[in-house]
């Protein structure tokens, strides 16, 4: 049991693919150990889905290797499908069965053995709370527990690696609530990788991020090392009597000065340089009043619109 | 695995009401078709009587009402087969069989075979109607079951062509459209392509026109002739377009 917290369930290196002649995704590294939970963020466009896509043996890539649990994708894609669950953007509901005759469709084309499945439905069927709807044909349900039905089609098999497309996308605050903790029980047990445009559903699930943009990974760390993204770079500065910001600007070392509402000013460095020093000295000779100065913690919004924004301007 | 997918695509077909209007159809076609010559066949008997030889009522009344179904099958198939990789598409659900750790191969048999289940289903219905004589009378069991096989062998050519077209787009009706396109013809070109070129002298040609032609191979069937060439150009056809359906598929998770 010990070795499996550090088994690699998910590898992808260099994974590329072009529609025609405009490239999607170029050249995205992946790695994923049992029990962890990525969070896969991106503007519209940027490729997630398409890296999904390829991840689950649905769309072919230009270039690149996958392997799942050490199985090849490409050269063994039946053994390696079979290790995976995937919940597409789009749920692929059939609308005229019943969930419990979905499920269990699912779990047949997974190749669940018959003296298992019944069982395996049942604790898929109970685990996404759809024990009640059993029943019911999929066609009337709502859109989260068609969520749900969908989910409970990806976990059915007991997959070691469960890959969900926005699952949230289109449920009422209670229901993300519902999947949010969902999802966090499937970490305990699976690898999960999770594409979400909702930041704080990152922050509270999962336990790494990689934000994808323009089809190449701009940002993969944990969600600790998140917070330290500008923690060495910037400190928040509360004076009683502010002055100007371009008086702190004038401090060596000091790149940028913002107000952050109130009297508070987040004060970001130039590289390699540590002025902190300098600005409480400063403060104290012009009696500004400093009550508070704390590193920057980021948060995830900071640095998505960060990475995101800059390379737009950028060619 | 395979039997896994054409049992859902047999419940999908009976859970729409397409599967029942059509049966529905079929039946009243037929049945009108085959009472008719039935009675037909009551009014000329004292005269066949008097024939040396006399043909019989298989020949007579149930020849021809496999012959009809092989009509209807003709404008069916495209409407039972459109919706079973169309429609998938356009759900978006086909990604549910393409994860599981299946083949393309699996795949478009299952659904194949699903298919045909269902068309069996309508030739076995449809021999009801012969075996009712039987309670009047006798029937040539050889040529009951030539005419038997040999329906269902181009139910299966139409159902491999019509699944084929049914990869071709992903709007139902459009594949329904080009499905009936091909079949027709098949059934126009096969009629006179196989004799014409075989009568110039080029036999290769006239064997692929002959592949092609699935209604031409049933003729023998309809004569109570087991023609194994016949049923060699059947099964070429329908493994040809399937093989074209598993590689169209494949094609579209290449390219996207």
């Known amino acids: 049991m010990t070795d499996q917290s550090t088994e690699i369930t998910v590898s992808a290196q260099g994974l590329s693919r072009k529609f025609g002649g405009h490239t999607a995704v170029s050249g995205v590294n992946l790695e994923l150990k049992r029990g962890e939970i990525l969070g896969f963020l991106g503007p519209n466009g940027a490729g997630k889905t398409t890296t999904m896509q390829m991840l689950t043996g649905n769309l072919a890539a230009s270039s690149g290797a996958i392997s799942i649990c050490g199985i090849d994708l490409f050269e063994r894609p039946t053994a390696a499908k079979a290790r995976i669950g995937y919940l597409p953007e789009h749920p692929p509901l059939y609308r005229e069965l019943t969930v419990r005759e979905y499920v269990d469709l699912a779990a047949r084309l997974h190749r669940v053995a018959k003296s298992a499945r019944s069982a395996a439905i049942n604790d898929a069927l109970a685990r996404c709370g759809l024990s009640d709807v059993a029943q019911k044909l999929i066609g009337t349900l709502s859109k989260g527990y068609q969520q749900r039905v969908g989910i409970a089609q990806a976990v059915v098999h007991q997959p070691d690696v469960v890959i969900l497309d926005e699952p949230t996308i289109g449920l009422d605050p209670n229901q993300i609530r519902e999947i949010r903790t969902l999802i966090s029980e499937l970490g305990a047990n699976y690898s999960v990788i999770l594409s979400t445009h909702i930041l704080p559903e990152v922050e509270s699930v999962c336990d790494r991020v990689q934000i994808l943009h323009h089809g190449s990974t701009v940002f993969s760390d944990t969600i600790a090392g998140l917070k330290q993204f500008h923690g060495g770079r910037m400190v928040l500065v509360g004076l009683k009597r502010p002055p100007a910001a371009s008086d702190i600007a004038t401090i060596s070392g000091v790149a940028r000065v913002e107000p952050a509402g109130g009297n508070l000013f987040r004060v970001s460095f130039t590289d390699n340089a540590d002025p902190t020093e300098n600005l409480v000295r400063r403060a104290v000779e012009k009696s500004w009043g400093l009550y508070q100065l704390s590193p920057a913690q980021s948060s995830l919004e900071d640095v998505f619109v960060q990475l995101t924004r800059k390379e737009e301007t950028s060619p | ?256």
Do not use: H
């Open chain 2, 1 to 256: 695995m395979i039997f896994t997918i054409a049992g859902k695509e047999l419940k999908a077909l009976f859970a729409s009401p397409l599967a029942w209007v059509v049966l529905t159809f079929m039946q009243i076609i037929l049945a009108f078709g085959f009472l008719k010559r039935l009675d037909d066949f009551m009014q000329i008997q004292p005269q066949l009587i008097q024939v040396p030889n006399p043909p019989g009522i298989t020949e007579l009344v149930v020849a021809p009402v496999y012959a009809t179904t092989a009509v209807v099958l003709l404008f069916a198939v495209p409407l039972l087969a459109m919706r079973l990789i169309a429609e998938e598409r356009r759900n978006q659900t086909m990604v549910l069989l393409i994860s599981a750790p299946l083949s393309m191969t699996e795949i478009v048999a299952g659904k194949f075979v699903g298919l045909l289940a269902f068309l069996l289903l309508v030739v076995g219905i449809t021999t009801l109607m012969p075996l009712s004589l039987l309670l009047g009378g006798r029937l040539d069991f050889g040529l009951l079951a030539s005419l038997i096989i040999g329906v269902a062998l181009l139910a299966a050519c139409f159902a491999a062509v019509a699944l084929y077209a049914s990869c071709l787009t992903a709007q139902p009706f459009v594949a329904a459209m080009i499905a009936f396109g091909l079949l027709l013809g098949m059934l126009l070109a096969g009629e006179t392509a196989a004799d014409g070129l075989r009568g110039r002298g080029w036999p290769v040609p006239a064997a692929l026109a002959q592949v092609l032609s699935p209604l031409k191979n049933f003729e023998p069937f309809a004569k109570g002739v087991l023609d194994s060439y016949s049923v060699a150009c059947m099964l070429l056809l329908i493994a040809t377009f399937l093989i074209l359906t598993i590689r169209r598929l494949d094609a579209v998770r290449l390219r996207g």
